[in-house]
């Protein structure tokens, strides 16, 4: 039966990555039904996740309209154009940290166009600075401190009682996933100059479209920012701040706050939606616009997707865990790299950190894989760029008019493939340095 179930899964997430968009929502839905009427009870819903994602797309969405991430892809651009030497490196750093504070990958797409400008100006190809940029953006999510994957990953190590906590959780994912991001970057920075795989100049596809006019000629324009829009970041940046300390408190290791009034979700939901007022109240931004900002349609998309593809790998997960745990348990408790090999094959097909996480996680610590390893291998459920289906890989393939970016003919020939794989996988390697001398 397993089999069965299996093959609807990957049926159905086929179909709705051919659908695209929000499409896959619903492919997901549809795949739980058949499921259902193969004798799998439904998994549980995803909602606690899913409310973690919308309440911080909320506020990003209220900066968005406040002109704060206009005022953040400002500082982006200055940033770049005074060492265009280190493009490729820190193109990659800016979209790491920017998904880092969001706690949303939307937020690096403004910063897109910036780094194909920067490349255009400097005769530098602008490939490699947005292939890393991409898996610097995805490991961003297994980092920071407010997003739904780390939220629910820790809440789920505390409630098992593994002796993981929060604190212990991002002192392992936010500096293995930086490091991974940033040897990464370095790594091909030097592989490409010793190369000469650098310069633009020498794509011939790019030559083709300068001489077709097909082109834009590269220029620096500043975006103009509204008035409250420096005070939106510092808002956002304000609750980030409050539910980092807030989480620290109340955790098991620090004990300041024994008895909370709220878990670190509530706390999350209820500052994230109050940082959303607050910037409504005191930067001046429109209400009415909030839901037409690209942030808020991205995001809401994203929440649907989760909703379907979630639920659809929890209801296999939860319908075969007898079997997983009597074949594989095993196995993929004495041999950590093969759970982090699992968790990357999941991870391209459920479309998001948050959703592998629910599905994936809770099942493996279920059936005996140590909590150190779950640790480890979480940087792995960034690993959405393997199939080029995911919405950054598109966007960037499509904001690079130089056309040195491109998909290829075949499925997995796309420049965002080997980047990704070593940064993920050095992620996953100095988690598990990082795991050994933490707890």
């Known amino acids: 039966m397993i089999l069965a179930h299996f093959l609807v899964l990957l049926l159905f997430i086929a179909l709705g990555a051919r659908l695209g968009g929000i499409g896959i929502a619903f492919a997901g ?14 998994g549980d819903l995803p909602m606690q996740v899913i409310v973690f994602i919308m309440v911080v797309i909320y506020a990003a969405s209220a900066m968005q309209v406040a002109g704060g991430v206009d005022y953040l892809v400002n500082l982006t651009d200055r940033l770049l154009r005074a060492h265009p030497k280190y493009l490729a490196v820190l193109a990659p750093v800016v979209t790491y940290l ?13 910063t897109m166009p910036v ?12 490939t490699r600075s947005l292939s890393v940029g991409v898996a610097g ?3 961003g999510i ?6 739904a994957a780390v939220v629910f990953l820790s809440g789920k190590l505390e409630e098992d009682g593994t002796g993981w906590t929060f604190i212990d959780l991002i ?3 936010i500096p293995a996933t930086f490091l991974g991001t940033l040897v990464t970057a370095v790594i091909f920075m030097i592989w490409d100059r010793a190369r000469g795989y650098d310069k633009l100049d020498a794509v011939p596809e790019y030559q083709r479209r300068l001489a077709a006019g097909e082109v834009a000629p590269a220029k620096h324009e500043l975006r103009p920012v509204a008035p409250g829009a420096r005070r939106s970041v510092v808002i956002f940046v304000i609750a980030l701040v409050a539910v980092l300390t807030y989480s620290i408190l109340i955790s098991e290791k620090v004990g300041v706050i024994t008895d909370p009034v709220m878990d670190a979700g509530q706390c999350r939901i209820s500052v994230m939606l109050a940082a959303a007022g607050a910037i409504l109240v005191g930067c001046g931004a429109d209400p009415r616009k909030v839901p037409a900002s690209s942030i808020f349609r991205t995001g809401m998309s994203a929440c649907a997707c989760i909703l379907g593809v979630a639920w659809l790998g929890t209801t296999f997960m939860t319908a075969n865990k007898d079997w997983i745990q009597a074949h594989l348990g095993e196995a993929l408790a004495g041999r950590p790299w093969l759970f982090a090999i699992l968790v990357v094959v999941a991870s391209s097909l459920l479309y998001s950190q948050a959703a592998s996480t629910k599905a994936l996680f809770p099942t493996a610590l279920a059936i005996g894989v140590a909590p150190a390893t779950v640790v480890a291998c979480f940087p792995a459920t960034s690993s959405l760029f393997i199939l080029p289906t995911y919405p950054t890989l598109l966007a960037a393939v499509e904001l690079d008019d130089t056309g040195s970016t491109h998909l290829g003919k075949r499925f997995f020939d796309h420049p965002f493939l080997i980047p990704g794989l070593m940064a993920t996988g050095l992620s996953v ?6 795991a050994a001398v933490v707890v």
């Open 29 to 42: 839905g549809a795949g739980v039904l058949v499921l259902g009427f193969l004798g799998a009870t439904p």
């Open 98 to 110: 920017l998904t880092f504070a969001a706690s949303t990958g939307q937020v690096s797409f403004a």
């Open 115 to 126: 780094i194909v400008e920067v490349a255009k100006e400097n005769n530098i190809r602008p």
């Open 137 to 139: 953006s995805l490991l």
């Open 142 to 147: 297994t980092a920071s401190p407010i997003s």
């Open 171 to 173: 002192l392992v994912s």
């Open 429 to 434: 390697v100095f988690g598990f340095a990082l």
